[in-house]
C-alpha cells in the first residue's frame, strides 16, 4: 500500500513553554504512583491508574478542544482495567492487557485528522505510527519540544547542557549502580565506604526505576501526542493489481480450499469407521489433529480477502470479480471453520474442556461472526463500518468470555462429563476456579485431601499481594476458606 503524506501543522510553539513545566509534573507523577501501584500483584491497581490516567486524558481533550470521538474506545479500555479486579485467571488478564492497550491505541490513532471513514490499511498505519509516538515521544519532546531556550533565569543559559547532562547521567548511574552493586558485595561494600552509600534491596530498586522511567516516558509521549497533534495525515491511495491477476489468485484459492472440502465430507456423514479406513486414525487423534491447523488457514486467508479487495478498488471491473470470488471464498472458509468446530468438539468429548480449547472455540465462533460482517460491510464498499464492527465485535467479545468466568466454566463443562476428571489441571486454573470445586460433593476422600490441601496452599501464599491487589476471585476463595 502506498499512502499520500500531508504535513499537518501542530499546536502553536508559543503556548508550549506554558505547559512544558506542566507535562513534565504529570508525567512524573503518573511515574511515581504507577511505580507504586504496579509494584504487587495486578488487580484493583491497574484499575485505579487506568481511572487516573483516563481522567487525565479526558481534561486534555476538554482543555484543548481535541477530538472527542475517541472517548468511546478509552470508555472500553477502563472496562478492560476493571476486569482486573474481577478475575485472576493468567490468560484472561493476558487477552484483558491485549484489548486494553488495543483500545488505548485506538484511541489515539482515531484523532488523527483524515483517518475518520478510511479503511483498515490506514487504521492499521496510524495505530502503529501512535504506538511509536507513545512509546518514544518523550525523546523528541525533551530534545526538541521543550523550550529550554525560554528559561530566562539569570546566568541559567550557560548551565542547560550540566543540568541535561545531569538529567541523562545521574539514572545511568543509579541504574548500574543497582546493578553492579546487586552483582558483588565487594563493590557494594565500596560505594558504602566511599558514599555512605548502602543499597539493600539493589534489584528491587532497579525495577523500581524501570517501572518509573517506562510509565513516565510513555505518559509523556501520550501527551505529546496529544497536545502537539499529528503532524502526518495518511491518506489512503490503493495499491492496483490487474483484473487478471487477482481472479487467477483467488480462483487458485478457492479451488484448493474446495478440494479440501470434498475430502471431508466423508469424514462429515461417514463416522469414526470411515476416518480410521480413510486415514487410519483414531477418532481422537482425527480431532486433535486437525482444528488449529483449519483456524490457522481461514486466520491467513482472509488478510488475502481484504488485501485483494483493497488493491482492486481504482478497477470497477476487478472490484466486481473479486466480490463475486470473495463470496465464494467466505462460503469455504466458513465450511472450513465448521469442519473445525466439529473437530474440536470431538477432541473436547474425548478429553474434556481446557483452557487452550475453550478460547480456540471462542476465537472460532468470532472468526465465523467476522466472516458474515465482511461479506455485508466490506463487499458492500462499507469499509469503515467493517473495521468498527470488528472492533466492536473483539470487545464484546472478550466482555462476554469475562463475564462467563472461563476457568469456573471449564471446571463445571468437566464435572458433568462421564469421562474422568481431572483434579490435578482443574488446581492449575487458581481461584478462579476454587468456588465450582469446593461446591462438587462426589470426590473421593484422597481427592478432597487434594482439594484442601491446595486450597490452603492457595491461602498461605501471599507473596505480593496487598490492598493493591485486591480481586474479588481471591476474595471469595478467602471467605470460602475462612
Not at 12 to 31: C, D, N, Q, V
Not at 234 to 250: C, D, F, K, N, R
Not at 333 to 356: D, K, N, P
Not at 428 to 455: C, M, N, R, V, W
Request: with cysteine; glycine share 6%; proline share 4%.
Amino acid at each position: 500500500m502506498e499512502s499520500e503524506i500531508l504535513t499537518q501543522p501542530p499546536l502553536e510553539k508559543t503556548s508550549l513553554p506554558r505547559l512544558a513545566w506542566w507535562i513534565i509534573a504529570i508525567a512524573t507523577g503518573f511515574g511515581l504512583l504507577g511505580s507504586w501501584l504496579l509494584n504487587a500483584k495486578w488487580g484493583l491497581n491497574i484499575a485505579l491508574w487506568m481511572m487516573a490516567f483516563v481522567a487525565v486524558l479526558l481534561w486534555f481533550v476538554q482543555r484543548f478542544s481535541l477530538p472527542q470521538q475517541t472517548r468511546w474506545l478509552w470508555g472500553f479500555a477502563l472496562v478492560f482495567a476493571g476486569f482486573f479486579v474481577w478475575h485472576n485467571s493468567s490468560s484472561l488478564r493476558f487477552y484483558n492487557s491485549m484489548a486494553l492497550w488495543i483500545a488505548l491505541g485506538l484511541g489515539f490513532a482515531f484523532a488523527k485528522p483524515g483517518l475518520r471513514g478510511t479503511g483498515f490499511f490506514a487504521l492499521l498505519l496510524a495505530w502503529c505510527e501512535s504506538l511509536l509516538q507513545t512509546l518514544f515521544g518523550w525523546i523528541p519532546f525533551l530534545l526538541q519540544d521543550f523550550p529550554w531556550q525560554k528559561i530566562s533565569l539569570p546566568n541559567l543559559q550557560r548551565y542547560l547542557p550540566i543540568a541535561r547532562g545531569l538529567l541523562i547521567t545521574v539514572p545511568l548511574l543509579l541504574v548500574f549502580a543497582a546493578m553492579l552493586s546487586s552483582a558483588d558485595a565487594a563493590f557494594s561494600a565500596l560505594l558504602q565506604k566511599v558514599f555512605s552509600l548502602s543499597i539493600p534491596n539493589a534489584d528491587e530498586l532497579l525495577w523500581w526505576l524501570i517501572r518509573f522511567a517506562f510509565i513516565a516516558g510513555t505518559v509523556l509521549g501520550v501527551i505529546r501526542l496529544m497536545v502537539l497533534g499529528h503532524k502526518t495525515v495518511y491518506l489512503q491511495t490503493p495499491m492496483q493489481i490487474g483484473v487478471t491477476e487477482l481472479s487467477m489468485a483467488l480462483g487458485a484459492l478457492n479451488f484448493l480450499f474446495a478440494t479440501f472440502i470434498l475430502i471431508q465430507l466423508g469424514y462429515f456423514f461417514g463416522g469414526q469407521s470411515q476416518i480410521t479406513a480413510l486415514t487410519g486414525l483414531t477418532y481422537a487423534d482425527y480431532a486433535r489433529k486437525g482444528f488449529n491447523e483449519l483456524l490457522q488457514v481461514v486466520a491467513l486467508a482472509f488478510p488475502v480477502l481484504i488485501v485483494a479487495l483493497h488493491c482492486s478498488t481504482a478497477d470497477a471491473r476487478a472490484t466486481r470479480n473479486v466480490r463475486w470470488l470473495s463470496y465464494i471464498t467466505l462460503v469455504l472458509l466458513g465450511i472450513m471453520l465448521f469442519s473445525s468446530w466439529q473437530r474440536l468438539a470431538l477432541y473436547r468429548q474425548a478429553y474434556g474442556l481446557t483452557e487452550i480449547r475453550f478460547y480456540t472455540a471462542v476465537v472460532l465462533i468470532w472468526f465465523f461472526c467476522i466472516l458474515i460482517w465482511y461479506a455485508i460491510s466490506a463487499l458492500q464498499a462499507r469499509y469503515s463500518s467493517f473495521v468498527l464492527g470488528v472492533l466492536l465485535s473483539g470487545f464484546l467479545t472478550l466482555g462476554v468470555v469475562n463475564f462467563l468466568n472461563p476457568n469456573a466454566y471449564i471446571v463445571r463443562y468437566n464435572l458433568a462429563q462421564k469421562t474422568e476428571f481431572d483434579l490435578e489441571y482443574a488446581l492449575t486454573l487458581g481461584t478462579d476456579a476454587i468456588a465450582p470445586l469446593l461446591e462438587y460433593s462426589q470426590f473421593s476422600p484422597l481427592q478432597q485431601k487434594q482439594l484442601e490441601a491446595a486450597h490452603k496452599e492457595m491461602m498461605l501464599n501471599p507473596s505480593g499481594w496487598d490492598w493493591r491487589s485486591w480481586n474479588w476471585s481471591v476474595a471469595q476463595a478467602i471467605a470460602l476458606y475462612k
